[in-house]
Nanobody, 127 residues
Framework: QVQLVESGGGSVQAGGSLRLSCSVSGYIAGLYSFGWFRQAPGQEREGVAAIDSGGNSLRYVDSVKGRFTISRDKSKATLYLQMDTLKPEDTAMYYC????????????????????WGQGTQVTVSS
């Protein structure tokens, strides 16, 4: 089955940037769609960004539009989340996730759709 491992988290000051990576293994290229989610203590898991299996459709939660960019590099089997102009409210544990997108369902921010999850990487933004 799909295995996901996140990296790139850390601590930054407000206005700074981080690039999260998600190494993907155990899957057949092109058959999965991916997303990034985050969860702060005491809060529900929130969909942040998603990309479909073909990389043709992207979705973002309103609070990160214009600041975050999701992308994937199939040749490197890696999913990315570029986070710019970070704010303290972005502080959370960030998870990458995937689901088998056949028949095609497309990008979604609904965590219930996702079958496979990484262990998370912490992002902390100070003011």
């Amino acid at each position: 089955q799909v295995q996901l491992v996140e990296s790139g988290g850390g601590s930054v000051q407000a206005g700074g940037s981080l690039r999260l990576s998600c190494s993907v293994s155990g899957y057949i290229a092109g058959l999965y769609s991916f997303g990034w989610f985050r969860q702060a203590p005491g809060q529900e898991r929130e969909g942040v960004a998603a990309i479909d299996s073909g990389g043709n459709s992207l979705r973002y939660v309103d609070s990160v539009k214009g600041r975050f960019t999701i992308s994937r590099d199939k040749s490197k089997a890696t999913l990315y989340l570029q986070m710019d102009t970070l704010k303290p409210e972005d502080t959370a544990m960030y998870y990458c996730a995937a689901f088998r997108d056949r028949p095609r369902r497309g990008a979604t921010l609904n965590p219930e759709t996702y079958q496979f999850w990484g262990q998370g990487t912490q992002v902390t933004v100070s003011s």
